[in-house]
């Protein structure tokens, strides 16, 4: 099993609909939480970062965490059609410990 | 602020030969820098951390003579692809962590493309 699982995609939405991604993982120790985006032959850019249970809002984006569950997600409201782009979630225990990445969501909006 | 870039971004190189990326940090320094790989549909694999001046920590399953990472100042870090082969095509991208900056906070390269024919 992997430590973090996260849905490949694609997933295809309409311009204006709100996108849901998800990752679940194993590894209880994981305390911090990202979500990356990136375009295609490009690196990642960190989009949300969250320490520990609970929801983090910025813009049209919101990061939420579920350490019971070992469950987080990226809520995209109003997707754009700019927002396609592949979503990776990440993790890690801290400090300055290995980050693990899931495989990345592709999302594409549709006009 | 906050850019890394890598160079090149895009290689073909014959097989057996060695191939040389390099990943800067533009506008700040770096302590710690970072190279992962990435096939297609996959997630980036850490291969291997790097921190100026010493040697760099590999992980479990990469070469470390295959793959020689050098940091020798705390704007810079190279990667280099010895005796390359077709297998070792992938996307390399860096990152890299601020000298002065949060715990977890690393900013990505553009990324390599690495193809072996």
């Known amino acids: 099993q992997k430590e973090v699982e996260q849905d490949p995609g694609p997933l295809s939405v309409p311009e204006g609909a709100i996108v849901s991604l998800n990752c679940t993982y194993s590894?209880?120790?994981?305390?911090?939480f990202m979500w990356y985006r990136q375009y295609s032959r490009k690196g990642p850019e960190l989009l949300m970062y969250t320490y520990s249970s609970g929801n983090k809002e910025d813009g049209r984006f919101t990061a939420q965490v579920d350490k019971s569950s070992k469950y987080i997600s990226l809520f995209i409201r109003d997707s754009q059609p700019s927002d396609s782009a592949t979503y990776l979630c990440a993790m890690n225990s801290g400090g300055y410990q290995k980050v693990t990445f899931g495989t990345g969501t592709k999302l594409q909006v549709i006009p | 602020g906050a850019v890394v870039s890598q160079h090149p971004s895009w290689v073909i190189c014959k097989s057996g030969t060695s191939v040389k990326i390099e990943c800067r940090s533009l506008?700040?320094?770096?302590?710690?820098m970072f190279w992962y790989r990435q096939f297609p549909k996959q997630s980036l694999m850490l291969m291997a951390t790097s921190n100026e001046g010493s040697k760099a920590t590999y992980e479990q399953g990469v070469e470390k003579d295959k793959f020689l990472i050098n940091h020798a100042s705390l704007t810079l870090s190279t990667l280099t692809v010895t005796s390359a082969h077709p297998e070792d095509s992938s996307f390399y991208i860096c990152?890299?962590?601020?000298?002065?900056?949060?715990?977890?906070?690393?900013?990505f390269g553009p990324g390599t493309r690495l193809t072996v024919l």
């Open positions: 590894n209880s120790a994981f305390q911090y």
């Open positions: 506008d700040f320094q770096a302590t710690t």
């Open positions: 990152s890299a962590r601020p000298l002065a900056g949060g715990d977890n906070e690393q900013f």
